[in-house]
C-alpha cells in the first residue's frame, strides 16, 4: 500500500492539468509551422528582389562604375521560343497516299473504258437494217425511252428515228428472233447501267447525259489522248504536292493551270470533274518530323545571345527615368539593383498563404475526421515540393504524385482543393503563367479525383496511364491554343506533349512506389491497404480463427451488420470492415473468458465467483488488444475500433453481481475506460456489437420484435451519450435499424423441412444374379 504513495495527488493534478494545455497548444504549433514553411517557400523571390526592378523608377542617376558587355537572358530566350513556335513544318510526299490517288483515277478511266466498249458492242449484224448508230442509242437511251421504243406498235405514227427502224426490223424477222434480239439489247442494257452507277456513285457529277454522250461518241484515238492529258495532269498535281486543307477553289485553279492547252474545250468540264473526283479532299504530303525538330533546333541554335554593353562612366539610367529590360541587366550584373528582402512581397505571400491554409482547414472541418499534427506535417510537406521544383527550374511537376497520395490518404476532396490552392500559389512564384504547370495540375486534379476511390494497385496502374495522358493531351492542346501559328507547329511540340505525359506517368510510379513507406512513417491507410489488412489470411486473424473461434464468428456477423449500415449512410466501408475484423482481438488474451468461445462447456467465471475479476478479465481484453495490435503494425485508424468500440459502456451483468455482494462498489470498476467512439464507422461498430448478441438471442421473433429490441439499445446507447462524438444523428437510428433487420433476416431465413423418408437409408435392389 505504502508505493501507491509516490503518485500524490498534487502530480496527478499537475499532469492532468499539464497535458491538455500541451494538447491545446500542438495544433496551433502545427499550423503555425505550415504557414511560415509554406510562406517561407511561396515568397522565396521576395528574399532577393531588385528594387530597381524593370518598369520601376530610377530614384538617382546611375553610371557604369566599369567597362561591360553582359547578356540578356530573359530577351535570348523569348527571341528563341518566338522562333522555335514560329517554324514552317517540312513535309514530304506520301508515296503511298500518292500511289492510291492514281489508282482512283485509273479505276474510273477503267469503268469509263468499260462504258464505252459495251456502248459500242455491235447486237445486229445487218447494219444496212439497223445502223450501229441506232444500236449505240438503243444501248444507252434511258429506259422511258426504251419502254416506249419496244411497245410502240406502229412506226408510222412515231417521229423518233429509233422506233421506226426497230419497227421495220421486227416486219422482216420471225418474232421468235425478235425477242431474242429484245432480250439481247436489255442484257446489253443491264451491263450498261450497272457500270454507269457504279461510276455515278464514285464521282456524281462527273457524268451527265450530255458529257455520257460525246464520251461515247468520241474516237479511240481522241480517247486515249484524253486519257493519256488527264493521267499526266494528275501526275504533274502529285509531283508538286497535294497539301490537306487545301480550299476548293484553289484546288479546282490548279486543275484548270494544269488541263488548259492540253484538253479540247468540249471536254474540258469532263476532265476538270474527273481530277476533282479523285483530288478533293485528298493530301499526298506529310509533314516531315526529323527535318521538322532539326530546322527548329537549328533556327534555335542561330539565333544569337541579345548582349548589352556598355563603356566606364557612361550613364545607364537617368533619375526618374522608367528602368528598361536593359537597364536592369546592366544594373543586375553591375549589382546596384539594390536587392533585398521586399517585406511587402513577402507579407502579400503570407496573407495568400493564410488564406489558403484557412479555406483547405475548412473544407478539412466539414469532409474529415479530426485530423493529427503528423497528417497536417505531411500535407505541408507535399504543398511545399512542388513550388520546391518550380524554384528549380525542372518543367515536370509533380502535382500528379501529390493527387494521387492525398486522395489516397485523405480522400479526394481534400485532394482536389490541395492541387487548386498548389497551383494557383505556384504560378504566384513564378510570376507567369506556366504551361507545364496547367499540365500538371490537369493530372494532378484526375489523380485527386479518382485515386481515393481506387482499391487495388491494378487499378492505379491504370490511373496513371490516364493522368499522363491527360496530361500530355493539356499541354499539346495550350500550347496549340496559345501560339499563335498553332496549326504549323503540330510536331515541334509533341515531343515536349510525350515528355509531359511520361513525367505524369512517372509520378504516378513514384506516389505508389513511396506511399508504403509514408503509410506507415505517419500511420496512414488506403483504401488498398485496408482491403489487404481485411485478408483473413493475415496472421493476427489467422491467430483469431484458431485460438478464439466463438470470438471470430461473432465478429463475421457484427462486420455484415455495419457494413450493410455503413453503406448506406456513405461511410468508408473499407474502414469498417478492417476495424471489425481487430475488434475483439484482445480476447485471444484470455478465450474461455468470453461466453461465445466457452462452446457449451463451463463457464469460467462461476468458477471464479468474483465480480471485480471477471470484470477485470472482461475489461483487458480492450488493452490486450491494443498491444497486439501495436506489436503487429496496425495503423491508428484501425486500432481505434478496439477502445471505441466499448466506449465507456458498464459491464452491467458482473456489476449486478458485485452490488449483491453489498460491499462499497465503485462503478468504474465495472465500466470500460473509452473513449466513447470518435467517427461515425466507429460508432456503427458499436451499434452492431451490442446489437449482434440481442440477434442472435431471438429464435422466432417477428421482424417488428427484433426491431423493437434494436431500437431500445440504440436509445439506451444515445441515452448514455455514447454516440455525441461519433457524428451520427438522431435521426439515422431508424435507417441503421432497418439495415440490421435487414442482415438479421438474410441470417435467420427459412430452410424447408425434409420428409422423414429422405432421412431414411435408401436400398437399393440388386440385380438378379442370373
Known amino acids: 500500500m505504502k508505493s501507491s504513495s509516490f503518485l500524490t495527488p ?58 561591360g558587355n553582359f547578356e ?23 508515296e503511298e497516299l500518292t500511289q492510291q490517288i492514281q489508282l482512283d483515277l485509273s479505276n474510273i478511266i477503267q469503268k469509263l473504258e468499260t462504258l464505252r466498249k459495251i456502248s459500242q458492242k455491235p447486237i445486229v449484224t445487218e447494219v444496212n437494217l439497223i445502223s450501229l448508230k441506232t444500236q449505240n442509242y438503243l444501248i444507252t437511251c434511258s429506259e422511258q425511252e426504251w419502254q416506249q421504243i419496244i411497245n410502240s406498235k406502229e412506226a408510222k405514227t412515231s417521229f423518233n428515228p429509233a422506233i421506226i427502224k426497230i419497227q421495220s426490223y421486227r416486219q422482216k424477222i420471225e418474232p421468235k428472233k425478235f425477242k431474242v434480239l429484245i432480250d439481247q439489247i436489255e442484257e446489253i442494257r443491264h451491263q450498261y447501267q450497272q457500270v454507269l452507277q457504279e461510276i455515278q456513285i464514285a464521282s456524281p457529277n462527273l457524268l451527265n447525259q450530255t458529257v455520257e454522250f460525246s464520251l461515247l461518241k468520241i474516237s479511240e484515238s481522241n480517247w486515249q489522248q484524253l486519257k493519256q492529258r488527264i493521267t499526266t495532269a494528275l501526275e504533274r498535281i502529285l509531283i508538286q504536292g497535294l497539301p490537306s486543307g487545301l480550299p476548293l477553289e484553289h484546288l479546282q485553279d490548279t486543275v484548270n493551270i494544269h488541263l488548259k492547252n492540253s484538253v479540247l474545250p468540249q471536254y474540258q468540264n469532263f476532265a476538270q470533274q474527273l481530277l476533282l473526283t479523285v483530288l478533293q479532299e485528298q493530301s499526298n504530303l506529310e509533314e516531315n518530323k526529323e527535318a521538322t525538330q532539326q530546322r527548329a533546333s537549328q533556327a534555335v541554335e542561330a539565333v544569337q545571345p541579345e548582349m548589352v554593353a556598355i563603356k566606364q562612366g557612361e550613364i545607364i539610367v537617368k533619375a526618374g527615368e522608367k528602368i528598361t529590360q536593359k537597364d536592369f541587366v546592366l544594373l543586375d550584373n553591375f549589382q546596384l539593383s539594390r536587392r533585398g528582402i521586399n517585406w511587402e512581397g513577402l507579407g502579400i505571400s503570407s496573407l495568400l498563404v493564410m488564406g489558403g491554409v484557412g479555406f483547405f482547414c475548412c473544407v478539412e472541418n466539414r469532409v474529415h475526421r479530426p485530423m493529427r499534427q503528423r497528417d497536417h506535417l505531411l500535407l505541408c510537406l507535399l504543398s511545399v515540393s512542388t513550388p520546391l521544383f518550380a524554384i528549380a527550374n525542372i518543367p515536370y511537376t509533380n502535382l500528379a504524385a501529390v493527387g494521387l497520395l492525398t486522395s489516397s490518404f485523405y480522400g479526394p476532396t481534400l485532394a482536389i482543393t490541395q492541387i487548386l490552392l498548389v497551383s494557383n500559389l505556384s504560378h504566384f512564384v513564378l510570376h507567369t503563367v506556366s504551361w507545364p504547370l496547367i499540365a500538371g495540375t490537369v493530372g494532378g486534379l484526375l489523380a485527386a479525383a479518382i485515386a481515393g476511390r481506387l482499391h487495388s494497385r491494378d487499378e492505379l496502374s491504370l490511373l496513371g496511364a490516364g493522368v499522363g495522358l491527360a496530361q500530355g493531351l493539356a499541354y499539346l492542346i ?10 504549323t507547329i503540330w510536331y515541334t511540340v509533341l ?20 506511399s508504403p513507406y509514408l503509410e506507415r512513417f505517419f500511420d496512414l491507410v488506403t483504401p488498398i491497404r485496408l482491403v489487404e489488412l481485411a485478408n483473413p489470411n493475415r496472421p493476427l486473424l489467422q491467430r483469431l480463427v484458431t485460438e478464439a473461434p466463438g470470438t471470430f464468428q461473432h465478429t463475421l456477423f457484427v462486420a455484415c451488420l455495419a457494413e450493410a449500415a455503413g453503406r448506406k449512410l456513405h461511410c468508408n466501408v473499407e474502414l469498417i470492415r478492417a476495424g471489425t475484423l481487430y475488434h475483439d482481438i484482445g480476447k485471444m488474451h484470455d478465450p474461455l473468458g468470453f461466453i461465445e468461445n466457452q462452446m457449451g462447456g463451463l463457464n469460467k467465471h462461476d468458477v471464479i465467483n468474483n465480480p471485480w475479476l471477471s470484470a477485470e478479465i472482461i475489461k483487458k481484453h480492450i488493452s490486450e488488444g491494443l498491444v497486439m495490435a501495436r506489436k503487429y503494425g496496425l495503423p491508428k485508424v484501425v486500432r481505434d475500433f478496439i477502445p471505441e468500440h466499448q466506449g465507456t459502456l458498464p459491464i452491467s451483468y458482473f456489476y449486478q453481481q458485485a452490488k449483491a455482494t453489498n460491499q462499497l462498489i465503485d462503478e468504474q470498476d465495472f465500466c470500460y475506460d473509452g473513449p466513447i467512439p470518435q467517427s461515425r464507422e466507429t460508432g456503427l461498430v458499436m451499434l452492431a456489437d451490442s446489437s449482434e448478441a440481442a440477434l442472435r438471442s431471438l429464435k422466432n421473433a417477428t421482424p417488428e420484435q427484433a426491431k423493437d429490441m434494436i431500437n431500445k439499445i440504440f436509445a439506451a446507447r444515445w441515452r448514455e451519450n455514447q454516440l455525441k462524438d461519433s457524428g451520427l444523428r438522431r435521426d439515422e437510428m431508424g435507417m441503421i435499424a432497418e439495415v440490421f433487420i435487414q442482415v438479421w433476416q438474410q441470417y435467420n431465413h427459412q430452410r424447408i423441412a425434409y420428409p422423414k423418408s429422405t432421412l431414411e437409408p435408401q436400398y437399393v435392389r440388386q440385380p438378379n444374379s442370373r
Open 10 to 67: 498534487q502530480k496527478i493534478q499537475v499532469t492532468s492539468h499539464f497535458l491538455p494545455s500541451l494538447a491545446r497548444f500542438k495544433k496551433p504549433l502545427i499550423l503555425l509551422f505550415s504557414i511560415l514553411c509554406l510562406t517561407g517557400v511561396y515568397g522565396y523571390h521576395f528574399y532577393n528582389q531588385p528594387q530597381l526592378a524593370v518598369n520601376t523608377i530610377s530614384p538617382i542617376t546611375i553610371t557604369a562604375p566599369q567597362d
Open 72 to 94: 540578356d537572358t530573359k530577351t535570348t530566350d523569348e527571341k528563341r521560343q518566338k522562333v522555335r513556335a514560329g517554324i514552317t513544318p517540312i513535309v514530304k510526299r506520301n
Open 495 to 514: 515531343p515536349d506533349a510525350i515528355i509531359q505525359g511520361l513525367s505524369g506517368l512517372a509520378w504516378c510510379i513514384f506516389a505508389l512506389g513511396i
Open 478 to 487: 495550350i500550347y496549340l491554343i496559345a501560339s499563335a501559328t498553332a496549326g
